[in-house]
């Protein structure tokens, strides 16, 4: 942002808050569709809903310059507390063609959209508690990611955001707004700014949310300062997959340009940060407005400020397809993947910040601390790089469908050329110059230089003699790595850093304020979102077959109440979380058994429920060499010829990793019968009294899985293909429902084969 509009921007800036005005009239707010049009206080009963039926808003301001406040104790409530979130509707409080509005002390549950306001220039929101509002079920568990939760943030002309994941605060084509003191928990979004300029984003807390704790869609010329966007995140499970699903705590899409984040803390994100151009300015759609050229105009011109951005499930700071973008002071710490992805990036400006222990649970080519594919006058000056997996990773490869964009042909072609890498100190810490790989790309590097086929791409990099090197050395950490033919030299620059003129705007300090929860660990999200580390939490830890396993985080478990035919038992260890463990009576083979269980902890009542398959399998598995994807007849009539490892199990549950049945407790008794790692099959087959209703099916395989039903009815056998991913593929879940109009003895039959390397299959089976 240039100093200059920096300072302007700057002398606009709020007071301090104001206290609530006494002389101000009441208005109770008795049913939907009030409007007002004068300044005044809104009363509403204690304990009293009010929908909105026509997603028009309960509460409308009509008229420009009000002051509108919530009196002490008054609550906006849209429905009961019993609603599921993904079945909330409409909007708070709306206001439209309205300028110069104040909202003060607002507290809003219940809704889709907690305050939607659009075409309010001048807008002032001062304090707002925003909660329960909209979010999505989320279908990962621990166990295993579902894609079905990746969120779309690509689109949002028309208003895709707010209609499909819902928002504390939606701001809308507006100018000069100020919101602070907003606090929203217990839902998917927590504010989104869409067209917003010239605007101020501070001293708020959206935090522990499955979406996006700020969400920004072509907005310009903001500052966002002070703010806590921490644990914005799905997707997540640690040490099984960390994938982030496009969740942020500050995202900012669609040529996002000229704004300032200074000193906001967002911690344990999908992303911490999560910038696009978009795919308009790549040239993938068509300009919104036809007379415009946005092509190669990215979210631009931004500056981020002393932030914090560690602990994500993916990167710290992701922000691609852009300019002139600077990154200076920031904190980067244990993010999965790397700490700034900046693929497709020219002249970006990284500077004096703090990277250390980026990548641990990368993937790809991206690893590390500072990741540029295709990025060219890059200046990366005066960092720390402390037992990152790679410092600096930069590279060109062969996009041919990207650099095919009209957007990547505006920003340079692609090109990897001209970076500036000065007076940065890179460290190797000595417990971990020890434990380090010893060779490949599993080396501890400090800079890896990778161009693509034929050479020629990677130019003009300057690693001037002034960078300070510690523990890089071989064998256990090298400090250059590159491809042959990439030159390199090492003068010192012959032009400064630029400047940077920037203050935060606030009273808060939230860098820092939730230390206590480090680590990438602390993420746990459940079926509505992440735990706040505040409430009791319950979670499934592994539901399969007879035997479910609950997790309670938060608290000691003190008492257990389960209803129907089940058995339960506590396992409170000396830490936290603690497991409820529920299995099903034995005298009901073949069956399903549903159970509810409330569990009491930490003053707080928990409840779950479930269906125990209290069922056996019969299962065989054997060795082939008939390819089931191309002869399906040759390789069942294969497995006839040929010893069968039979067993009798109650799950269909087989992590066999990177070995075969052999290695499982299941098959210990079958000795050489037991087939080992790879080109191995599984058909597994159970009769069990299911319900009428809906059940759901679901697997997680790899290799291909196809799972059949059968069941008996007046009109004659029934067989329905429930799941068919007849392919090599890593794992992958996938459903399926099957209804049922009574009840009905169903054969189930589950046939499976894994190729080569990983391997596993899970069948659950659960009501819907």
């Given amino acids: 942002m240039p100093v200059a509009l920096l300072a302007a ?88 063609d309205a300028r110069d509005v104040t909202l003060r002390n607002l507290s809003i549950r219940g809704f889709k959209v907690g305050l939607l306001a659009t075409r309010a220039d001048g807008l002032r929101v001062e304090g707002a508690q925003v909660a329960d509002v909209f979010r999505l079920r989320l279908r990962s568990t621990p166990a295993a990611e579902d894609a079905s939760d990746w969120l779309w943030p690509h689109d949002n002309d028309a208003g895709e955001w707010r209609t499909r994941y819902g928002a504390g605060l939606c701001i809308e084509r507006s100018r000069g707004v100020t919101l602070r003191d907003v606090v929203v928990r217990r839902a998917q979004n927590g504010i989104i700014l869409d067209r917003v300029d010239d605007s101020f984003v501070y001293d708020n807390d959206c935090s522990f949310l499955s979406g996006w704790g700020l969400a920004m869609w072509r907005s310009s010329r903001n500052l966002v300062s002070r703010n806590a966007f921490d644990f914005c995140v799905r997707g997540h499970s640690e040490g099984v997959y960390n994938r982030g699903q496009d969740s942020a705590g500050i995202l900012a899409f669609e040529q996002c340009r000229e704004n300032a984040f200074i000193e906001n803390s967002a911690t344990h994100g999908g992303d911490g940060f999560f910038g696009f151009a978009g795919r308009e300015a790549l040239g993938q759609k068509p300009p919104l407005e036809p007379a415009t050229d946005p092509v190669g105009r990215g979210c631009d011109d931004n500056l981020l400020l002393g932030n914090d951005f560690s602990f994500a499930s993916a990167h710290g700071i992701e922000m691609t397809f852009s300019r002139r973008n600077r990154f200076v002071g920031n904190r980067l710490v244990g993010n999965g993947i790397c700490g700034i992805w900046a693929g497709y990036s020219v002249d970006s400006l990284v500077v004096g910040n703090h990277f250390e222990r980026n990548g641990q649970l990368a993937y790809g080519l991206e690893r590390g601390a500072v990741n540029i594919e295709h990025g060219s006058r890059t200046r990366i000056e005066r960092n720390a790089f402390l037992d990152n997996r790679c410092a600096i990773h930069l590279w060109w490869d062969d996009d041919k469908d990207l650099l095919a964009t009209p957007g990547v042909a505006a920003l340079g072609g692609g090109r990897v050329d001209d970076t500036l890498i000065v007076g940065n100190t890179f460290a190797l810490s000595p417990d971990l110059r020890m434990k380090a790989p010893g060779g490949g790309d599993d080396r501890i590097i400090g800079v890896h230089l990778r161009d693509g086929p034929g050479g020629e791409h990677v130019k003009g990099t300057i690693i001037a003699n002034d960078n300070k090197v510690d523990g890089l050395d071989e064998p256990r950490g090298v400090f250059l790595v590159a491809t042959e033919g990439i030159t390199v030299d090492d003068h010192a620059p012959e032009s400064p850093t630029p400047a940077i003129d920037a203050a935060p705007l606030g009273r808060r300090s939230p860098v820092g304020a939730r230390a206590r929860l480090a680590g990438r660990g602390n993420i746990v999200v459940g079926p509505w979102g992440p735990w706040d580390h505040v409430a009791p939490m319950i979670l499934p830890h592994r539901v399969t077959g007879q035997r479910h396993v609950y997790v309670v985080h938060g608290a000691t478990i003190e008492e257990v109440d389960v209803s129907c035919d089940a058995r339960w038992s506590i396992a409170n260890g000396d830490g936290l979380p603690h497991r409820v463990v529920v299995t099903a009576w034995t005298d009901r083979e073949q069956a399903a058994v549903p159970y509810a269980i409330r569990i009491a902890a930490g003053g707080e009542s928990l409840d779950a429920t479930g269906v125990l398959l209290n069922a056996t399998w019969e299962c065989a598995a054997f060795s082939w060499s008939a390819d089931p994807r191309a002869d399906i007849e040759k390789w069942h009539a294969e497995r006839q010829l040929i010893p069968q490892a039979a067993v009798t199990v109650r799950a269909v549950d087989f992590p066999f990793g990177h070995g075969g049945p052999r290695d499982l407790p299941a098959f210990k008794d079958q000795g050489r019968k037991a087939p080992g790692p790879d080109r191995f099959g599984l058909v597994c087959v159970s009769t069990m009294e299911l319900p009428a209703g809906r059940w759901r099916f679901t697997t997680l395989s790899d290799d291909g899985v196809r799972v059949t039903a059968t069941w008996a009815t007046a009109a004659g056998v029934q067989t329905r293909s429930l799941i068919d991913h007849w392919t090599w593929h890593g794992p992958t879940t996938d459903t399926a429902v099957l209804e049922l109009d009574q009840p009905h003895a169903v054969t189930v039959r589950v046939e499976y084969f894994e190729l080569d390397g990983y391997a596993t299959l899970r069948l659950d089976i659960a009501p819907e």
């Fill in 9 to 96: 921007i700057l002398s606009l800036a709020a007071p301090a808050p104001a206290s609530p005005s006494d002389d101000l009239p009441v208005v109770e707010v008795i049913a939907d569709d009030t409007p007002i049009d004068r300044s005044c206080r809104l009363r509403i009963a204690p304990g009293r809903v009010i929908a909105d039926v026509a997603g028009d808003g309960v509460v409308k301001i009509v008229a420009p310059g009000v002051v509108v406040e919530f009196e002490e104790g008054s609550v906006l409530a849209g429905a009961s507390p019993e609603v599921d979130p993904d079945r909330l509707a409409g909007v708070g409080i709306v206001v439209r």
